[in-house]
């Protein structure tokens, strides 16, 4: 099992759309200011395409799982 993640910081525009939007899509910042409108950066992320990983499901009720769910505890 993986650790859990932690996010710090995002909570204004800075660190939560600017901070993305450049390691994204790799524009400067000045074209980020000037170049392109708040209304499409706004778009883009919106309709931005992610994938997500599938967790393993663990049969609880099999007691062949009982070691692997005690570490996953500890």
Same mark, same amino acid.
């Given at each position: 099992? =993986?650790? =859990? ?5 995002? &909570?204004?525009? $800075?660190?939560? !759309?600017? %901070?993305?939007? !450049?390691? #994204? /899509?790799? $524009?400067? /910042? %000045? /074209? !980020? *200011? $000037?170049?392109?409108? /708040?209304?499409?950066?706004? +778009? *883009? !992320?919106? @309709?931005? +395409? =992610? ?7 663990? @049969?609880? %009720? %099999?007691?062949?799982? &009982?070691? &692997?769910? #005690?570490? +996953?505890? =500890?």
């Amino acid at each position: 099992m =993986s650790g =859990s993640n932690r996010v710090i910081g995002g &909570r204004s525009i $800075w660190g939560g !759309l600017i %901070d993305v939007v !450049l390691q #994204k /899509y790799h $524009w400067t /910042y %000045d /074209y !980020l *200011l $000037w170049g392109i409108s /708040y209304q499409n950066v706004q +778009m *883009l !992320l919106a @309709d931005n +395409m =992610s994938t997500t990983t599938e967790e393993e499901v663990i @049969d609880a %009720d %099999d007691p062949n799982n &009982r070691e &692997r769910i #005690k570490e +996953m505890f =500890s």
